[in-house]
């Protein structure tokens, strides 16, 4: 069947530490992969695209990798803050279907 | 520019009564759609609009819901009657283009219903 698997629930780390987050999918062959973050009471918020022939994408502390032989992307936020926390959601979509395939989330939680 | 609006932030109905849950998109998106998530639950897709059209409902759990788009703006989800398991928070997206480019979607916050 297929998944999406986000490596943890929660994930803790102190400021100033580069927080990673993963992305494990089976028996899809997502075109892109998304990242979002959301906070409580509020939507995702659409943060990175990562397509299939790409290995890594930067956005300015964010870098996103993607390996689709080990079917996994990764989700660096390097040098975190406080502001940082909020749960993480990778999301696919595949082939030429529209819809996002989400999984269940990382809540981050940066402490001083 | 504004962002995806929805309405109402909240709603408790009782078991058997009818919600109308409302999308208000980005002006201009063509591309509307719903996605709900219960209670430790992840996201997951209902339906996509473009314009007025139905492009796929694959998700939608049963006739018991209906979405309609009229004339390609806001679209409405109707729930009648509601269950119990339809509580959860349903969340409307709205996109410039199919294949969202490099922008993803803009999710509105959400309409967090309570069915008891």
């Known amino acids: 069947s297929q998944k999406i698997e986000q490596n943890s629930e929660a994930l803790n780390i102190q400021e100033g530490k580069t927080a990673t987050l993963t992305c494990n999918y089976t028996?899809?062959?997502?075109?892109?992969l998304q990242w979002y973050r959301q906070d409580p009471g509020r939507g995702p918020v659409f943060l990175l695209l990562?397509?299939?022939?790409?290995k890594e994408k930067r956005k300015e502390r964010l870098k996103v990798t993607f390996d689709t032989t080990l079917k996994q992307s990764l989700f660096h936020i390097t040098a975190s803050q406080p502001a940082d926390s909020a749960t993480y959601l990778c999301a696919l979509r595949t082939g030429t279907a529209s819809k996002l395939t989400f999984g269940t989330g990382t809540r981050l939680q940066v402490t001083l | 520019e504004a962002g995806v609006t929805q309405f109402p932030s909240h709603s408790v109905i009782e078991k058997g009564q009818t919600v109308t849950l409302r999308c208000d998109p980005i002006s201009g998106h063509d591309n509307l759609y719903w996605y709900r998530r219960v209670m430790g639950k992840e996201i997951k897709f209902l339906l996509h609009?473009?314009?007025?059209?139905?492009?796929?409902e694959s998700g939608m759990p049963n006739n018991r819901f209906l979405a309609e788009r009229t004339g390609g703006t806001y679209s409405t989800l109707k729930v009648q009657p509601a269950e119990l398991e339809d509580s959860g928070v349903y969340f409307c997206?709205?996109?410039?283009?199919?294949?969202?480019?490099?922008?993803?979607?803009?999710f509105g916050s959400g309409t967090r219903l309570t069915v008891v």
């Open positions: 028996n899809y062959s997502p075109a892109y």
């Open positions: 990562i397509r299939e022939n790409e």
């Open positions: 609009f473009v314009k007025e059209s139905k492009q796929d």
């Open positions: 997206a709205s996109s410039q283009d199919r294949a969202s480019s490099n922008y993803g979607y803009t």
